[in-house]
């Protein structure tokens, strides 16, 4: 199970800390990773950290300004938004990855989801 926690409204350039806390199985997901979805749009991977090594991976429109980051049990997993705009409100949903294609874009029928936290960014 996934609950996602810390979304809001903010002014651009503000921050936000989303977590995602997690229950159980880690082991079953190669990455656990942050999703967004604005209304009318796909579903899009912005940021993973890999459950083997920590590694992480970021769309290049976060890059930079977001930081992925799990506490040492696994027990939750940040999203530490900075400098944020106007374009980055949208749901935001933490997932256990497992689809086997690109991590970034969601795959039917795999993986497991919370149920999304709104970030909102508007002056």
Do not use: H
Request: proline share 2%; charged share 15%.
């Amino acid at each position: 199970q996934l609950v996602e926690s810390g979304g809001g409204s903010v002014q651009p350039g503000g921050s936000l800390r989303l977590s995602c806390a997690i229950s159980g199985f880690t082991d079953d997901y190669y990455s656990i990773g942050w999703f967004r979805q604005a209304p009318g749009k796909e579903r899009e991977g912005i940021a993973a950290i890999s459950t083997a090594n920590s590694n992480t991976y970021y769309d290049g429109s976060v890059k930079g300004r977001f930081t992925i980051s799990r506490d040492d049990a696994w027990n939750t997993v940040y999203l530490q938004m900075d400098r944020l705009k106007t374009q980055d409100s949208a749901t935001y949903f933490c997932a256990g990855i497992n689809w086997l294609r690109n991590w970034a874009v969601p795959e039917a029928g795999f993986g497991a989801w919370g149920q999304g936290t709104q970030v909102t960014v508007s002056s």
